[in-house]
């Protein structure tokens, strides 16, 4: 079946841009989360829903990341005002539920000049 | 929060021979442990899990151990081949594992000689 999807997979913003990043979850799945993954390390924690309620925001670095569920299928993870510290690759996973795994995208690689 | 440490950051083996990877983590509140996969340019791949009620897990070749005392817990690759090598990642996460973020150690580059 069909995994988690993310898009645009590659990002290049120009400094002081806004970016939105989209994750289509596993249909059906309740949970869903981000990560950011800096180069050549594990990735971190940034934020949770459930269904549309966001339970977690702790791992957003700043006020300038906003993510939202508004239907409680499909996320989109938006970052005002790009910095240079913010190039990453953004992760998406989603869950079916509370016991579950959790099942990742491929990524969106965004690199900010 | 929780701290997860993954030794070592990389390995070499000689196909065929075993491969282990150890994690320690900080909060003995955490009770979900999984080990992903990840290759170059994708994200990471689930390859096994266990959870704080259980000790040891295999799936083939791939084993997972777990010592709650020590807090610590072990990935076992027997008979490597060619496409075990990759980054692997262990994590720890309070919930069963999709309710709350997955807490990852910096990743071991596994490296297959042929």
């Known amino acids: 079946g069909a995994g988690v999807s993310q898009s645009p997979r590659y990002k290049v913003a120009k400094r002081g841009q806004d970016v939105a990043l989209r994750c289509d979850p596993i249909?059906?799945?309740?949970?869903l989360f981000w990560y950011q993954q800096a180069l050549g390390q594990g990735p971190e924690f940034l934020t949770y829903f459930q269904n549309e309620a966001q339970l977690d925001k702790s791992g957003l670095p700043s006020d300038r990341f906003f993510a939202e569920r508004p239907e409680g299928s499909v996320s989109t993870l938006k970052i005002q005002r790009t910095q240079q510290e913010d190039s990453a690759v953004y992760l998406c996973?989603?869950?079916?539920?509370?016991?579950?795994?959790?099942?990742f995208g491929p990524g969106t690689r965004l690199t900010v000049t | 929060g929780e701290n997860v440490e993954q030794h070592p950051s990389t390995l070499s083996v000689q196909e065929g021979d075993s491969a282990v990877i150890k994690c320690t983590y900080s909060d003995s509140a955490s009770n979900y442990f999984p080990w992903y996969k990840q290759e170059l340019g994708k994200g990471p791949q689930l390859i096994i899990d266990?959870?704080?009620?259980?000790g040891e897990k295999k799936d083939q070749r791939i084993a997972v151990t777990l010592n709650k005392t020590a807090k610590h817990f072990s990935l076992h690759i027997t008979e490597t081949q060619p496409e075990d090598s990759a980054v692997y990642f262990c994590a720890a996460s309070y919930s069963g594992g999709g309710a709350d973020g997955l807490t990852f150690g910096k990743g071991t580059h596994l490296i297959i000689q042929p």
């Open positions: 996973a989603s869950s079916p539920g509370p016991i579950s795994e959790q099942y």
């Open positions: 266990i959870r704080s009620n259980v």
């Open positions: 249909s059906g799945h309740v949970s």
